[in-house]
C-alpha cells in the first residue's frame, strides 16, 4: 500500500504544481504540499495496520478454527464438518477377562479420547472425520491358550492377529500379537476389536501385558 500512496503523491502533484506556481502563490503550495505529504503518512499507517491484521497464514486461521466452537461443532471441525483434520484415541484393558467368539472387546481405560468417540461401554470407535486412519491393537492369550483378535469397520474386516502362549511341554511364555493396519472410514462409521476363540476364552492384560486398541487420523 505504501507504493501506491506515494505513486498517488508523483501524480497528483504535476497538475497542482502546475497551477499553484501560476498563481504565484508559493506559500499557498508549501502548505498544500505538508498537508498532503501528513495525509499520506496516515493513510500509509492505517493500510499497515489493516494488513498485519489480515495477514494471517493459512495455517495459522487453521488454528484459530481448531481452537473455536462454532454453533455446537467441536473444535477442530469449523466448517468442513466431517472432513475436518484431527482426532486421535488410546485405550487399554484394566484387566484379564473372558470373551466369547464375535464378542466386542471393551477396553475400559482410557488415556486419549478426542470428542469421547471412542465409547468404553461399547468397545466402538466412532468415526467424526472422514479420512485415512491408523488403527493398532495388542492383544495376549492365557497360558496354555490362543485366539484371535479381529479389526472391523462396519462389521467388515480389516485386520486380524493370533495371539498365542506356548501350548506344550514345559514353557509358559506368553507371546502378545499387535495388529497395524491403515484404511479410510468415513464419517459416523464403527471401528472396534472383535473377539474370535480359539483354545481358550481369556484376554490376558495386567500390569506386565497390557491389551490396548489406539486410533489416529492421518489426512
Partial sequence: MRKVSFCFLFVVLPSVLSASLSTNNNQSLQA????????????????????????????????????????????????????????????????????????????????????????????IFTVLYTGYYVFTWTVAAEHKSWFSAELRVNGALRGTVMADSDVGGRASGIHPATGFVITRVTCNQHVYIRFVSGSGCTLKSDSRTRATFSGWRMY
Fill in 32 to 123: 498544500f504540499l505538508k498537508n498532503m505529504i501528513v495525509e499520506v503518512k496516515d493513510r500509509t499507517a492505517v493500510d499497515g495496520s489493516n494488513e498485519a491484521e489480515n495477514s494471517l497464514t493459512h495455517d495459522e486461521m487453521e488454528v484459530q478454527d481448531d481452537e473455536t466452537e462454532v454453533d455446537g461443532v467441536p473444535p477442530g471441525m469449523g466448517a468442513l464438518g466431517c472432513q475436518a483434520r484431527y482426532t486421535a484415541f488410546h485405550v487399554y484393558l484394566s484387566s484379564s477377562r473372558c470373551y466369547h467368539t464375535g464378542a466386542i472387546i471393551q477396553f475400559n481405560q482410557v488415556l486419549l479420547n478426542s470428542y469421547n468417540r471412542y465409547n468404553v461401554h461399547t468397545g
